[in-house]
Every structure is written in structure tokens, then in C-alpha cells.
């Protein structure tokens, strides 16, 4: 009867439901071929992008059934975009359908291509299949083995194109491009961060991989593949510490055979290859010895600002809307990552040095030291005295009034500067326990510098400076940059203020001078505000009218029932007075989002001017 009926009904939603509920069914075990075809004629009609999740449910339980000849389904999937392949191979279509799912990836791709900028603009066959989450094994495995190959140097190819790209312009290139094939693949395959690393051919495209785990997504680590990577990676520090000192005495004069007596426990303990690279600077060749004078120094300072960026600044990894990203990994391993990272910097310090050849300053000179400062429990006088020897040394280059100064270079100057700043007021806070928990001077310190201190290191600063509401009332603001921690919240600042009613109501109302910024910056403190459980009517009116009504509701863009209430209790059954609010001027950016929800109330309601956005700083 069911049979009949479904050849009865005309192609669509009624069609396909019936479909799949026999194919489920009363034919999971045996399916007439015109089923089967008629399942998967339809079901292929659905579009798919890998990133979206669509699993062509339909289609997949008609090439995965039993009964399915390896024709239907070889035919089948020769007519599906890319994009379907990657959901026909999720998880659970079952071995057939995946081995099926291989052999038209490996029919598309009969050979693996070179890595090219256009790949990257313009993804493979494997490169859109591994953006998409969930794939069965089978699928996973045989779309990496398709991957492009990684590019090589070829000395043969020692021509020009177009007058300017020689052969290392396009070499490196295409290895920018190779590394951002791999940025999109860990970004997607969040739950396979570990076979990815296992899979890995060779130790470049293991390090690759690993550098993006590290430093691009940590977030999304599973803790004891993160901290397990850091730990190899602050390995490395040992050999760069090495080098500094084994390049340190040749230049000082100590003979080559004294050196190498020296350090032969440490020297005989590398390996091979690294051993190799010891020979180079002791050969001095390409003046690799010049280079190594900085070895240590140069390896915090890269990894402060690249891969271990975030592990020290967790405040710093935001979404693309401004939201703070939620790290599976906690607060006390990010915490003593940060600690490790510190005593590998602490002996670069000891080893630090000016560099003759050192062209400008830039923030990366800083950046190591201000989280080694950061993150050392305890801080010798020896380490600030050197500390300070730093800071007489990088700072910003000076420039003359006729000089034209581009963009970038003065971006970059403030960003030193403002390091400069934050290293001297970490070493002024003289009530600090340790250089951990100092933030300088309170009545210096900013709402930026706030935001970017831990749970632990803003608890220990406000106690040490209680009583004071103006701080108080900074440390509140900070949460609007949805700094990464848990407490103390932003009720147990609040509870800190002599005033909590009257400074939440007098901050939110002055929201636009003392905050400013973008949309995510209000929408984070109106969520704060919002999460108190006993939020007054006056404090809700001072919000931003826009965010108010789109943020904190059950829903995305809904209101919260405390904004709701307010809301019906100014315009009750006024139908004028609802109109009007309806085509009111607040809107999501620009001066018209800081309008204060009370005042556009109360403008709907008496059929007055609208109100004009309050002034910024």
C-alpha cells in the first residue's frame, strides 16, 4: 500500500518523507531498485556546502542501503558537487557509501597537484571535502592523501615571470598558501586535531599543523594534546638557549675546542639533524654566528607574538565579532603554560643583549618580556634591573616634523609605546606580591589593562586598592572586552563599589564617553548588565535602545523580559505611542546606537523630537 502510494505521489516534500520512512522501515533490510533510484534522484536535489552541515539524509540512506548496486551509487555520486560528496561521506553512511565516496574523490583528483596561490583562492576536490566536520574515516583519510602537494624549491626554474616573481617570490608564495590550506583544515576538523598530527607525512607538515594548533585555534585543543604540544614546543628553547651561549664564548675568544668541551653532554644529547645545524655555527657558515648571538632572545620573541600569543593573552582570542573564544583548555593549565613560557624568557632575559644590527623597534621586542613579567610568580631585583636595561634600549624611533610617517610604522610605534607603558607600570607597582599581580598605579591604570588581566590578577588588584570606586568602576567597563575568566564576576566587582545602584545606573548612562567602540563592546556590557538578577527600571532605561531590545531575549535579536517590561510599562496601549517607537531612529552602529532606550521611550509616548545621541569623549 505504501508502495503504491509513493509511486503515486508527485516529486516532493510528501514524496521524500515516505521514501525515507520506508527505506527505514519495512525496506531496511531489502528496497526495490525504483525506490532506491527515486530516493536518490530526489535527494540529490538538495543543495550542500560542507560548512552548513547538510547531510543529504535521503540520498545517503539510498546509497548506503544494502540493496544499492555499486552502479546506482557510482552514478550517483559522478553527478554530485563537491560540496555533496562531503555530506554523502559524513559519519555513518556506512563503509560501502564511503568507499564509494572515495573512489570519485580519487577519480576527480587522478594525481595530487602542486600548492599554489590559486589553490587557496580556488580550493581542490580534497580541500572543500576537508572543510567539512564529521567525515566517516575512510572519507577523512583518503581527502588528506589528496591534499596538494607542499612546494618545493626547484633550482632548475631560475626565470622571471612578468619581470618581478622569481623563483623564490613564487616559492614562497605557494608556501603562505600551503599553510593556509592547513589553517582552514584544524579550523574545521575540531574533533580530529590528534589523527591529524599522527597522519602527518613528514616533520614539515607536522610542524605546520602543530603551529596552527598552537597558535591559531588553541581554543579549540583538546587540554592534553595543547599542553602536550607547548611542552614540545618549549623544548625548543633548550637549543636556541644553546646556541646563544655556544656563539656567545666563540666571539668572545674562547677557542672552538674549549667550547666543544664545554658543551659536549649538551651537544651529544641533540639530534642528528640538530646536531648538524650546531656544526654551521661553529663552522660560522653564512655567518650564522652573528645570528645566534640573539638565538634565545629571538625564539620568545617569535613565539610570544606568534604561536603562543594566545596561551599568554587569552583575552586576545576573539570571533570575528568581537566575542571572547570559549577554550576548552582552563584557566589554571592556561595559567601555568604561561608560567613555563616565563622561565624559558626569564634565562632569554638573563641572556638579552643590544643588538648592533637591529634596523627599528617594533612590539615583537617587547611583547615576550611584557608576558614573562606577566606570568613569573616571582621576580628577582636582577630581572627588573634587566628589565629596565630592555626598555633603555627598544623604544619607538624618533621622528623628524618634516618627516612623512606611514600608517603602519605609526600603528606599530603606539603599540611599543603602549608595551613601554604597561612594562613600566608593571615594574612601578611596588604593592604588587609579584610582578603576576601588578598593574601599576590605579589611578594610571586603564580599562584595557584591566580587561587583559587574568580573574586572579584583577581580584588580587582590587583588594590591594579597596575603597577606591573610580577603579571600581574601570575594572566594570573591562568586561565589556569579554576578557576570558570566571571570576571574580561581574556582580563580585560591582558588590566592591561603595554605590553599586548608583554607579551601574551613572556608567550605563554615560555608556558612550566611557566605553565607546563598536557593537559587540555594547552588546557585552548590556549582557552583564542584564545577567544581574536585580536590574532596576532606571538602569535599563540608560542602555543603548538597540541593544537593549536585541540582546539577553530567549531568542537571537529578542529582548529580554526585564527590557519587555519596561517597554510595556512606558508605551502600554498607546497605539500611536507603539508606532512611532516602531520607526524610532536606534539602530545597530553609528551615533544613533548610543540612544538611550528611556528617551526614545519616552519621545514615542508624548509624540515628541526624537533625542540626539549623547556626545562621545
Known amino acids: 500500500m505504501a508502495l503504491a502510494k509513493a509511486r503515486e505521489l508527485p516529486e516532493g516534500t510528501h514524496r521524500d518523507?515516505?521514501?525515507?520512512?520506508?527505506?527505514?522501515?519495512?525496506?531496511?533490510?531489502?528496497?526495490?531498485?525504483?525506490?532506491?533510484?527515486?530516493?536518490?534522484?530526489?535527494?540529490?536535489?538538495?543543495?550542500?556546502?560542507?560548512?552548513?552541515?547538510?547531510?543529504?539524509?535521503?540520498?545517503?540512506?539510498?546509497?548506503?542501503?544494502?540493496?544499492c548496486p555499486g552502479s546506482l551509487r557510482k552514478e550517483a555520486l559522478r553527478r554530485c558537487s563537491v560540496a555533496q560528496l562531503a555530506a554523502l561521506g559524513h559519519e555513518g553512511c556506512g563503509d560501502a557509501l564511503a568507499s564509494a565516496v572515495v573512489s570519485e574523490l580519487k577519480d576527480r583528483c587522478p594525481q595530487r597537484q602542486a600548492m599554489s596561490p590559486e589553490l587557496l583562492k580556488e580550493p581542490g576536490v580534497a580541500q572543500l571535502v576537508l572543510r567539512g566536520s564529521s567525515l566517516h574515516d575512510t572519507v577523512f583519510y583518503a581527502a588528506l592523501d589528496l591534499l596538494p602537494e607542499p612546494p618545493r624549491l626547484r633550482a632548475e626554474d631560475d626565470s622571471e615571470v612578468d619581470g618581478a616573481d622569481t623563483r623564490f617570490d613564487r616559492f614562497w608564495a605557494a608556501l603562505e598558501a600551503w599553510k593556509g590550506m592547513w589553517e582552514h583544515i584544524v579550523t574545521a576538523q575540531t574533533g580530529r586535531h590528534r589523527p591529524l598530527i599522527d597522519w602527518a607525512p613528514d616533520n614539515r607538515c607536522r610542524t605546520t599543523i602543530r603551529g596552527h594548533l598552537l597558535g591559531t585555534v588553541p581554543?579549540?585543543?583538546?587540554?592534553?594534546?595543547?599542553?602536550?604540544?607547548?611542552?614540545?614546543?618549549?623544548?625548543?628553547?633548550?637549543?636556541?638557549?644553546?646556541?646563544?651561549?655556544?656563539?656567545?664564548?666563540?666571539?668572545?675568544?674562547?677557542?672552538?675546542?674549549?667550547?666543544?668541551?664545554?658543551?659536549?653532554?649538551?651537544?651529544?644529547?641533540?639530534?642528528?639533524?640538530v646536531r648538524d645545524r650546531m656544526e654551521d655555527y661553529f663552522g660560522n657558515v653564512a655567518d650564522m654566528r652573528t645570528f645566534g648571538l640573539h638565538e634565545a632572545v629571538s625564539w620568545v620573541s617569535a613565539n610570544a607574538t606568534g604561536p603562543w600569543r594566545y596561551i599568554l593573552t587569552p583575552s586576545e582570542a576573539k570571533t570575528r565579532y568581537g566575542r571572547s573564544h570559549d577554550w576548552l583548555a582552563s584557566e589554571e593549565l592556561l595559567a601555568t603554560l604561561g608560567r613555563r613560557f616565563a622561565a624559558a624568557a626569564e634565562k632569554a632575559l638573563h641572556l638579552w643583549e643590544p643588538d648592533p644590527d637591529s634596523v627599528r623597534s617594533s612590539s615583537r621586542d617587547l611583547r615576550w618580556l611584557h608576558a614573562a613579567l606577566l606570568h613569573l610568580p616571582h621576580v628577582t631585583e636582577e630581572v627588573k634591573e634587566k628589565a629596565r636595561a630592555v626598555l633603555g634600549h627598544v623604544r619607538p624611533r624618533s621622528h623628524s616634523p618634516w618627516e612623512r610617517v606611514d600608517y603602519e610604522t605609526q600603528q606599530e610605534d603606539r603599540r611599543l609605546t603602549e608595551l613601554r607603558t604597561a612594562i613600566e607600570r608593571i615594574l612601578a607597582d611596588p604593592a604588587a606580591p609579584?610582578?603576576?599581580?601588578?598593574?601599576?598605579?590605579?589611578?594610571?591604570?586603564?580599562?584595557?589593562?584591566?580587561?587583559r588581566a587574568s580573574g586572579e590578577v584583577l581580584d588580587d588588584y582590587l583588594t590591594r586598592h579597596a575603597g577606591d570606586n573610580?577603579?571600581?568602576?574601570?575594572?566594570?567597563?573591562?568586561?565589556?572586552?569579554?576578557?576570558?575568566?570566571?571570576?571574580?564576576?561581574?556582580?563580585?566587582?560591582?558588590?566592591?563599589?561603595?554605590?553599586?545602584?548608583?554607579?551601574?545606573?551613572?556608567?550605563?548612562?554615560?555608556?558612550?564617553?566611557?566605553?565607546?567602540?563598536?557593537?559587540?563592546?555594547?552588546?557585552?556590557?548590556?549582557?552583564?548588565?542584564?545577567?544581574?538578577?536585580?536590574?532596576?527600571?532606571?538602569?535599563?532605561?540608560?542602555?543603548?535602545?538597540?541593544?537593549?531590545?536585541?540582546?539577553?531575549?530567549?531568542?537571537?535579536?529578542?529582548?529580554?523580559?526585564?527590557?519587555?517590561?519596561?517597554?510595556?510599562?512606558?508605551?502600554?496601549?498607546?497605539?500611536?505611542?507603539?508606532?512611532?517607537?516602531?520607526?524610532?531612529?536606534?539602530?545597530?552602529?553609528?551615533?544613533?546606537?548610543?540612544?538611550?532606550?528611556?528617551?526614545?521611550?519616552?519621545?514615542?509616548?508624548?509624540?515628541?523630537?526624537?533625542?540626539?545621541?549623547?556626545?562621545p569623549k
Not at 32 to 43: F, I, K, T
Not at 434 to 442: V, Y
Open 17 to 67: 518523507d515516505l521514501l525515507l520512512a520506508l527505506l527505514g522501515g519495512a525496506l531496511s533490510t531489502s528496497a526495490p531498485q525504483w525506490v532506491l533510484r527515486a530516493a536518490v534522484d530526489s535527494g540529490l536535489k538538495e543543495e550542500a556546502q560542507p560548512y552548513e552541515g547538510s547531510h543529504l539524509h535521503l540520498a545517503r540512506v539510498a546509497l548506503a542501503h544494502s540493496s
Open 219 to 273: 581554543w579549540n585543543v583538546e587540554p592534553s594534546l595543547l599542553e602536550e604540544m607547548a611542552t614540545e614546543d618549549l623544548a625548543g628553547f633548550a637549543i636556541s638557549d644553546l646556541i646563544t651561549r655556544v656563539c656567545r664564548m666563540l666571539r668572545d675568544g674562547v677557542s672552538e675546542g674549549e667550547v666543544r668541551t664545554r658543551f659536549a653532554v649538551e651537544i651529544d644529547a641533540l639530534k642528528p639533524e
Open 434 to 451: 609579584s610582578l603576576e599581580s601588578a598593574l601599576g598605579d590605579p589611578h594610571q591604570v586603564t580599562v584595557r589593562d584591566l580587561a
Open 470 to 615: 573610580t577603579l571600581v568602576e574601570r575594572a566594570l567597563l573591562s568586561f565589556a572586552s569579554s576578557t576570558y575568566r570566571s571570576t571574580p564576576n561581574f556582580r563580585e566587582v560591582l558588590a566592591r563599589h561603595s554605590s553599586p545602584e548608583g554607579a551601574l545606573a551613572q556608567i550605563t548612562t554615560e555608556l558612550r564617553k566611557r566605553l565607546g567602540g563598536g557593537p559587540s563592546l555594547r552588546e557585552a556590557w548590556t549582557r552583564q548588565v542584564l545577567a544581574l538578577p536585580d536590574v532596576t527600571p532606571e538602569v535599563i532605561r540608560a542602555l543603548p535602545a538597540w541593544t537593549a531590545l536585541t540582546v539577553g531575549g530567549p531568542r537571537y535579536r529578542t529582548a529580554h523580559k526585564a527590557v519587555a517590561a519596561v517597554v510595556l510599562d512606558a508605551l502600554g496601549d498607546g497605539h500611536k505611542a507603539w508606532s512611532r517607537f516602531a520607526a524610532g531612529p536606534a539602530s545597530y552602529s553609528g551615533p544613533t546606537a548610543w540612544l538611550r532606550l528611556g528617551d526614545v521611550l519616552d519621545a514615542a509616548a508624548r509624540g515628541t523630537d526624537w533625542p540626539t545621541p549623547p556626545k
